[in-house]
C-alpha cells in the first residue's frame, strides 16, 4: 500500500490519487521542461506498475513528443500487460490501418509524400520498433478481433507479407474465407470484385511460392478463379459499373506468373514456358511439342495442361488482335472466322431441319481481297505447324 501523496489535484479543487497526481504533473511539466515531465511519468510507472491509466499515459506522453523508439517500448508492455482494454486496441487499429494503406498505396509516391507528413508515418516507424513477436502478435489477434469479414482477410494479408511462414499454417483457412465470403456476397456474378481481387492478386501469389501443400483440386480451383478474374478484366471490366474502382497493372504478366506458379505444383511440362518473356511462336512452338510428346492416351493431367495453356495463348493472341484492331474500342465479344469443312466422300450428311447449305461452300467465309491466311503471317505458320503433325 503505498502512502497517500495528494488528495487535490495541484490546484487544490478536486481530490486525486496518487496515480492521478504523479500523472498530472507530468502533463505540467511537458509544457515547459520535457525531462522533469519523463521524471514524474518515470516515477509513476515505477510505483503503479499494473495500472493501465499510467502506463497508456507514459506512451501518449513519448508519441506526443515524437519519440519512437521510448513510444515502442510503452506500446509493446502495454500490448503485453493490457491486452483487453478498449483505448490500447483503438491505438492498435490505427497502428494496422496505417500499416494496410501504406502497402495498398505503396505504388504511389503522391501518397507517400502525404503519407510523411502524417501521424501514419509515426504510426508505422513504431510498429517497426516493437519486436517481431509482439509485430506477428498484434497482427493475428487484431484480425481475430475484427468483426468485418473483409478488414480480417485484409489484416491476415498483411501478417502473410510480413511474416511469409505463416502462410502455411492460415493460408488455406484464408482462402476458404475468400471464396465462401464471394459466394456470399452480392457481387459473385461479376468476377472483378473485391474479394476475388484479394484471392487472385493478393493470397494467390503467396500461395504459388509457398510450401504449402495443396491438393490438384484445389489448384485447379484457385487456377479457374484466377483466369476468369483477369480474362474478365481485360475483356470486359469497363463495362462494369461495380468494378471501375478496381485497377490491376500488368494483367497478362500476373496471369502468367500464376500459370507458372501453379503449373510448377501440377509438375506441367509447359509451366516453365510461362516464366519466359511473351512471343507467340515460342508459345504455340512449346505447346505444340508438348502435346507432340505423349501418346494418344494422354491422361487427365495432361489433357488439362494442354486446354489450359492452348487457351490462354490463343485469348492472349486474340486480344493482342483486339487492341491492335480496335485500340480504344469497348466491346466484349468479336466474331471470329469459321472453318467450315465439307464432309467427305463416306461422311453421312447431317441431318438439318432447314434448307441444306450449299456443298461447295468455302472452307474461310472472309469476303477480303485477300486469303486471311495470306494476311496473317503468324496464323499461317500455326496452321502449317498443325498440318505437320501425324495426328
Given at each position: 500500500?503505498?502512502?497517500?501523496?495528494?488528495?487535490?489535484?495541484?490546484?487544490?479543487?478536486?481530490?486525486?490519487?496518487?496515480?492521478?497526481?504523479?500523472?498530472?504533473?507530468?502533463?505540467?511539466?511537458?509544457?515547459?521542461?520535457?525531462?522533469?515531465?519523463?521524471?514524474?511519468?518515470?516515477?509513476?510507472?515505477?510505483l503503479f506498475p499494473n495500472?493501465?491509466?499510467?502506463?497508456?499515459?507514459?506512451?501518449?506522453?513519448?508519441?506526443?513528443?515524437?519519440?519512437?523508439?521510448?513510444?515502442?517500448?510503452?506500446?509493446?508492455?502495454?500490448?503485453?500487460?493490457?491486452?483487453?482494454?478498449?483505448?490500447?486496441?483503438?491505438?492498435?487499429?490505427?497502428?494496422?490501418?496505417?500499416?494496410?494503406?501504406?502497402?495498398?498505396?505503396?505504388?504511389?509516391?503522391?501518397?507517400?509524400?502525404?503519407?510523411?507528413?502524417?501521424?501514419?508515418?509515426?504510426?508505422?516507424?513504431?510498429?517497426?520498433?516493437?519486436?517481431?513477436?509482439?509485430?506477428?502478435?498484434?497482427?493475428?489477434?487484431?484480425?481475430?478481433?475484427?468483426?468485418?469479414?473483409?478488414?480480417?482477410c485484409k489484416l491476415m494479408?498483411?501478417?502473410?507479407?510480413?511474416?511469409?511462414?505463416?502462410?502455411?499454417?492460415?493460408?488455406?483457412?484464408?482462402?476458404?474465407?475468400?471464396?465462401?465470403?464471394?459466394?456470399?456476397?452480392?457481387?459473385?456474378?461479376?468476377?472483378?470484385?473485391?474479394?476475388?481481387?484479394?484471392?487472385?492478386?493478393?493470397?494467390?501469389?503467396?500461395?504459388?511460392?509457398?510450401?504449402?501443400?495443396?491438393?490438384?483440386?484445389?489448384?485447379?480451383?484457385?487456377?479457374?478463379?484466377?483466369?476468369?478474374?483477369?480474362?474478365?478484366?481485360?475483356?470486359?471490366?469497363?463495362?462494369?459499373?461495380?468494378?471501375?474502382?478496381?485497377?490491376?497493372?500488368?494483367?497478362?504478366?500476373?496471369?502468367?506468373?500464376?500459370?507458372?506458379?501453379?503449373?510448377?505444383?501440377?509438375?506441367?511440362?509447359?509451366?516453365?514456358?510461362?516464366?519466359?518473356?511473351?512471343?507467340?511462336?515460342?508459345?504455340?512452338?512449346?505447346?505444340?511439342?508438348?502435346?507432340?510428346?505423349?501418346?494418344?492416351?494422354?491422361?487427365?493431367?495432361?489433357?488439362?495442361?494442354?486446354?489450359?495453356?492452348?487457351?490462354?495463348?490463343?485469348?492472349?493472341?486474340?486480344?493482342?488482335?483486339?487492341?491492335?484492331?480496335?485500340?480504344?474500342?469497348?466491346?466484349?465479344?468479336?466474331?471470329?472466322?469459321?472453318?467450315?469443312?465439307?464432309?467427305?466422300?463416306?461422311?453421312?450428311?447431317p441431318k438439318r431441319n432447314?434448307?441444306?447449305?450449299?456443298?461447295?461452300?468455302?472452307?474461310?467465309?472472309?469476303?477480303?481481297?485477300?486469303?486471311?491466311?495470306?494476311?496473317?503471317?503468324?496464323?499461317?505458320?500455326?496452321?502449317?505447324?498443325?498440318?505437320?503433325?501425324?495426328?
Open positions: 500500500m503505498y502512502p497517500e501523496m495528494m488528495e487535490t489535484d495541484v490546484d487544490g479543487n478536486i481530490p486525486i490519487s496518487n496515480e492521478e497526481y504523479l500523472v498530472l504533473r507530468a502533463k505540467n511539466a511537458l509544457l515547459y521542461d520535457p525531462y522533469e515531465a519523463k521524471a514524474w511519468m518515470l516515477t509513476a510507472q515505477t495500472d493501465f491509466g499510467v502506463q497508456f499515459e507514459a506512451y501518449h506522453i513519448e508519441k506526443s513528443a515524437g519519440n519512437v523508439k521510448e513510444a515502442a517500448k510503452c506500446f509493446s508492455a502495454l500490448f503485453s500487460t493490457f491486452p483487453d482494454e478498449v483505448e490500447l486496441w483503438t491505438e492498435i487499429k490505427a497502428v494496422t490501418t496505417a500499416l494496410r494503406q501504406f502497402e495498398e498505396n505503396n505504388a504511389h509516391s503522391e501518397e507517400k509524400e502525404s503519407l510523411e507528413m502524417s501521424e501514419s508515418k509515426f504510426l508505422i516507424e513504431l510498429f517497426y520498433q516493437v519486436p517481431t513477436t509482439v509485430q506477428h502478435a498484434l497482427l493475428l489477434t487484431c484480425a481475430e478481433k475484427t468483426p468485418d469479414n473483409m478488414e480480417h494479408l498483411l501478417l502473410f507479407n510480413k511474416f511469409p511462414l505463416t502462410v502455411i499454417k492460415y493460408g488455406s483457412r484464408l482462402m476458404e474465407n475468400l471464396i465462401t465470403a464471394e459466394k456470399h456476397s452480392l457481387m459473385q456474378h461479376n468476377p472483378v470484385n473485391s474479394y476475388r481481387k484479394l484471392l487472385v492478386c493478393d493470397l494467390l501469389p503467396l500461395l504459388g511460392t509457398s510450401q504449402l501443400d495443396l491438393q490438384p483440386k484445389n489448384l485447379y480451383r484457385l487456377l479457374h478463379k484466377a483466369i476468369e478474374f483477369y480474362l474478365s478484366y481485360v475483356f470486359d471490366h469497363s463495362k462494369k459499373d461495380e468494378s471501375k474502382h478496381i485497377k490491376v497493372e500488368e494483367p497478362w504478366s500476373k496471369l502468367w506468373e500464376i500459370m507458372f506458379n501453379i503449373g510448377s505444383k501440377l509438375a506441367w511440362d509447359l509451366s516453365i514456358t510461362f516464366a519466359g518473356y511473351w512471343n507467340k511462336d515460342n508459345y504455340w512452338t512449346a505447346l505444340f511439342n508438348c502435346y507432340q510428346a505423349h501418346p494418344m492416351t494422354m491422361d487427365d493431367s495432361y489433357l488439362k495442361q494442354i486446354v489450359y495453356c492452348g487457351t490462354l495463348i490463343l485469348l492472349r493472341c486474340l486480344h493482342e488482335y483486339l487492341s491492335f484492331v480496335e485500340p480504344d474500342s469497348v466491346r466484349s465479344y468479336v466474331l471470329v472466322e469459321g472453318f467450315c469443312f465439307p464432309p467427305g466422300p463416306n461422311e453421312p450428311l432447314r434448307v441444306e447449305d450449299d456443298i461447295n461452300q468455302p472452307i474461310l467465309t472472309c469476303g477480303g481481297p485477300k486469303p486471311l491466311l495470306q494476311r496473317h503471317p503468324f496464323v499461317r505458320r500455326r496452321c502449317s505447324l498443325l498440318g505437320s503433325s501425324p495426328r
